[in-house]
């Protein structure tokens, strides 16, 4: 994943935001204070903050595909699902309170380092007169960003949870902290991306900075998705067209002046129009996933934030062997140690057979392998046209946490509420042309929201199924029209046929809450204030 691994300076930094771990809300072994004002000195250090926060989001990967997937309408146990209980009962909606996939601390660690960051990166600044205003705002930006991304997907889950924006360093600075109203907390997130936006550059202009930068780095097309992605969630359209968040994607008159004299283009950076080629020769929306060619070139540049876990060059298959999980979860060669946990769904794949998608259906988004379907976006073809596994040297691959695809869906869902039609509908129309899909189902400018609203979420399933995001779209959506129906039609319809009935009974029940996920017992046996309604 990361280029400088080996540089001591990060090393050391990285084993003290580790021994921060240890002061997590829900797991906390140590009273050890740090004085964080003698740790961080050097620009070399800022560095290595910002590094050591991506590879604690790297560690949420698996987490993030669990939560954001294996309860939508888009998958289905695979035959390997018994074996693992934790990700089956996810899929049975049926989940029991030692799930530990309700063990939220991974995101509380990514919030506490990137506090701990807010505190140190001024003391950095303070004391290096080469760190220059611009990366210095860049980079609070890029925090900014985690940190907000980290608790929206606490938010989503799970509703009321504990808010905290200063570092913890101490065991008494974390018992008993009470939850924090939703709105209240997406309230400063909002005020933290607005500033965000305004500071975040582009990837391309990332050619000054010094030798420290790699490509894992948040830009101002994720600091917009995020921010599109709280106003959407809470249903404030207006705002997120009138505050020029969702606009300036639709408009290519717009732009933003950047630190370095770079201008943004959405419309280039994007090329919404249009397609990118790569070298054998097929089509994908601009940000995507890699699947027979790992070089990277001008994608970076409509990338919103991309996790690398390695290329596929050096001994051993990487340089550092890093190897992600959901190549094993998806995968069925037995053979090599694969799991075969998660499939499609008959629907997710019916849905690209009849938009006759050639680009993101069969041999991109998913893969027929004798009897089994699999979800090929994270095994595909290694450059040598070999398939990936779990071995090193064919597990490397790359996960998209945020892409532009999703920011273009998030104006057309805006622009349709506010009953401006004919973008959302410029977007679909344009959305399948550059796949070369079949055209779009026929809608009229005059269409209703609802209408309007179930077109895009179609091609939203086939644009971004298994990256997380389709159990947060069906929830959106039947709660903003007060219809638990949306989401629980669609999830009973995927299932096996036999499980219809007994899974429509649980869905209903969980309606009352919207399906937030309840507190795990670990977070409750240490914090007395987490309770869950009966």
Not at 28 to 50: F, P, Q, T
Not at 56 to 77: H, S, Y
Not at 327 to 355: C, D, H, L
Not at 468 to 496: M, Q
Request: with cysteine; glycine share 6%.
């Amino acid at each position: 994943m990361l280029q400088f691994k080996n540089d001591l300076k990060i090393a050391v930094a990285c084993i003290l935001m580790a021994c921060m771990a240890s002061c997590s809300l829900l797991d906390v072994d140590s009273d050890d204070s740090v004085a964080r004002n003698e740790i961080y000195s050097v620009l070399g250090d800022a560095w290595a903050i910002k590094i050591g926060l991506y590879e604690t989001m790297q560690g949420l990967v698996e987490q993030n595909f669990v939560l954001g997937e294996l309860r939508g309408d888009l998958v289905t146990p695979a035959r390997g699902a018994r074996n693992n209980p934790d990700m089956y009962e996810f899929m049975e909606h049926n989940i029991s309170p030692d799930n530990k996939y309700l063990d939220w601390s991974g995101f509380y660690t990514l919030i506490n380092r990137c506090n701990d960051a807010l505190v140190s990166l001024p003391v950095i600044k303070k004391q290096s007169p080469d760190f220059e205003d611009h990366w210095y705002n860049h980079m609070i930006g890029e925090v900014y960003w985690l940190r907000a991304w980290a608790y929206l997907n606490l938010v989503k889950n799970w509703g009321d949870v504990p808010f905290i924006t200063e570092p913890v360093y101490t065991a008494q600075d974390v018992r008993a902290l009470p939850p924090v109203p939703e709105d209240q907390i997406l309230d400063q997130l909002e005020k933290d991306l607005n500033w965000a936006v305004e500071h975040l550059w582009n990837n391309w202009s990332w050619a000054s900075m010094p030798v420290y930068w790699n490509h894992e780095t948040v830009n101002i097309a994720a600091g917009v998705d995020l921010l599109a992605d709280i106003l959407i969630y809470r249903d404030k359209f207006d705002e997120a067209w009138s505050r020029n968040v969702c606009r300036r994607i639709m408009d290519p008159e717009v732009f933003q002046e950047q630190p370095n004299g770079s201008r943004e283009y959405w419309n280039d950076s994007f090329n919404l129009g249009g397609t990118t080629q790569f070298d054998d020769g097929k089509y994908w929306f601009d940000a995507h996933f890699r699947y027979a060619k790992e070089g990277f070139r001008s994608t970076w540049t409509v990338q919103g934030l991309v996790l690398a876990f390695d290329t596929e060059s050096g001994d051993d298959g990487g340089k550092f062997n890093q190897v992600h999980t959901l190549g094993a979860v998806t995968s069925n060669r037995a053979e090599w140690g694969e799991q075969y946990i998660v499939k499609p769904s008959r629907p997710a794949i019916v849905n690209w057979i009849n938009i006759i998608d050639k680009y993101r259906g069969q041999g991109y988004s998913y893969y027929v392998d004798g009897q089994d379907t699999l979800i090929w976006k994270y095994i595909g073809l290694t450059s040598e046209g070999e398939r990936r596994g779990t071995d090193r040297q064919k597990g490397a691959g790359n996960i998209n946490i945020c892409r532009v695809a999703d920011l273009y869906y998030r104006g057309a869902e805006a622009s349709a509420r506010l009953g401006i039609n004919e973008t959302a509908l410029d977007v679909l129309r344009k959305s399948r042309t550059r796949v070369s899909a079949g055209a779009l189902v026929p809608l009229q400018t005059n269409a209703t929201a609802e209408e309007m609203e179930d077109a895009i979420m179609e091609e939203r399933a086939a644009e971004l199924a298994f990256e997380g995001y389709r159990w947060y779209d069906l929830v959106r959506i039947a709660k903003r029209r007060n219809n638990p129906n949306f989401l629980i039609d669609r999830v009973v319809a995927a299932a096996p046929a036999g499980k219809r009935s007994e899974l429509r009974a649980r869905l209903e029940l969980q309606s009352i809450n919207w399906w937030k996920l309840p507190y795990g017992n670990k977070a409750m046996m240490l914090n007395p204030n987490l309770k869950n309604e009966n």
